[in-house]
């Protein structure tokens, strides 16, 4: 009796971890959409959005950092094929009510073998934690939420968007 291949890839026929062998497949154009949101205290993000925040320019920074994130993802997670990306956005939108927050949408794209599925997710959580880092002094009662694809196009297995 054949046994079904598992559709957890990062697994061997054995059980065994392994990285991916995506070298017999084409190279097309992969974008990836994330998003993610860091709830806070409206003092919090007032002093976000005066730009007066003590280490400087929390958005800037957190940009910076999530463009960095992305770059670094297969150093930090284990199985993902490290990438040549040609493109890495993050936009980031605040909101006061009903809930003060910052929402943080990454943008990753590249030509290859791969997706960049893990690449955006990775910004947009680093990113997030960088605001954290930023303002815990005034705020530490932020709470990240709502990480998640929000969509991804190219490859196998198409296009995808989470409803």
Same mark, same amino acid.
């Given at each position: 009796?054949?046994?079904?291949?598992?559709?957890?890839?990062? =697994? #061997?026929?054995?059980?065994?971890?392994?990285?991916? #062998?995506?070298?017999?497949?084409?190279?097309?154009?992969?974008?990836?959409?994330?998003?993610? /949101?860091?709830?806070?205290?409206?003092?919090?993000?007032?002093?976000?959005?005066?730009?007066?925040?003590? *280490?400087? %320019?929390?958005?800037?920074?957190?940009?910076?950092?999530?463009?960095?994130?992305?770059? *670094?993802?297969? #150093?930090?997670?284990?199985?993902?094929?490290?990438?040549?990306?040609? /493109?890495?956005?993050? %936009? =980031?939108?605040?909101?006061?009510?009903?809930?003060?927050?910052?929402?943080?949408?990454?943008?990753?794209?590249?030509?290859?073998?791969?997706?960049?599925?893990?690449?955006?997710?990775?910004?947009?959580?680093?990113?997030?934690?960088?605001?954290? %880092?930023?303002?815990?002094?005034? #705020? /530490?009662?932020?709470?990240?939420?709502?990480?998640?694809? /929000?969509? *991804?196009?190219?490859?196998?297995?198409?296009? =995808?968007?989470?409803?």
């Amino acid at each position: 009796m054949n046994t079904p291949a598992s559709p957890l890839t990062h =697994f #061997d026929a054995q059980g065994q971890a392994h990285m991916v #062998d995506v070298g017999a497949k084409p190279a097309t154009h992969r974008v990836a959409v994330a998003q993610g /949101r860091i709830e806070m205290q409206p003092a919090t993000l007032a002093l976000i959005q005066s730009g007066n925040a003590k *280490k400087g %320019d929390v958005l800037g920074i957190a940009r910076i950092a999530g463009i960095q994130a992305a770059k *670094k993802t297969s #150093d930090l997670i284990p199985l993902c094929h490290p990438l040549a990306l040609t /493109r890495i956005a993050l %936009d =980031f939108a605040t909101e006061s009510s009903p809930t003060a927050a910052v929402e943080c949408t990454a943008t990753v794209e590249t030509v290859g073998p791969t997706g960049v599925e893990m690449e955006a997710l990775t910004a947009v959580q680093v990113a997030l934690l960088t605001i954290y %880092d930023m303002c815990k002094a005034a #705020d /530490r009662g932020m709470t990240i939420t709502g990480v998640r694809l /929000r969509e *991804k196009h190219g490859g196998k297995s198409g296009s =995808f968007v989470n409803p």
